[in-house]
């Protein structure tokens, strides 16, 4: 009953920007922490960033100062600002959030991806 949905992938070139959306539907009464992680091909899906209901934000080292989270809490929504772009953040980008549902239990929950290709 609980969907996620990433929206903004695309193709940019170094040193540009890109921002990433991610909202979540259904009968939703809460939601905690969102977050964005990546997978590029042949590697480890990693942690990109988390923000909790409160706002407060964790970046992982590679993107630090580069990339910013951010939450909107009446649409459901997070988003992932992507500047200064490099060549080694090209990687399908999920969303993941804790997200309170009627009808279910309460856990994370994984959009579809949205792939981001950086050209050098």
């Known amino acids: 009953q609980v969907q996620l949905v990433e929206s903004g992938g695309g193709l940019v070139q170094a040193g540009g920007s890109l921002r990433l959306s991610c909202t979540a539907s259904g009968l939703i009464y809460d939601i905690n922490v969102m977050g964005w992680y990546r997978q590029a091909p042949g590697k480890q899906r990693e942690w990109v960033a988390t923000?909790?209901?409160?706002?407060?934000?964790n970046y992982a080292d590679s993107v630090k100062g580069r990339f910013t989270i951010s939450r909107d809490n009446a649409r459901n929504t997070v988003y992932l600002q992507m500047n200064s772009v490099k060549p080694e953040d090209t990687a399908v980008y999920y969303c993941?959030?804790?997200?309170?549902?009627?009808?279910?239990?309460?856990?994370?929950?994984w959009g579809q991806g949205t792939q981001v290709t950086v050209s050098s």
């Open positions: 993941n959030a804790d997200v309170r549902a009627y009808g279910t239990v309460g856990r994370y929950y």
């Open positions: 923000i909790t209901s409160g706002g407060s934000t």
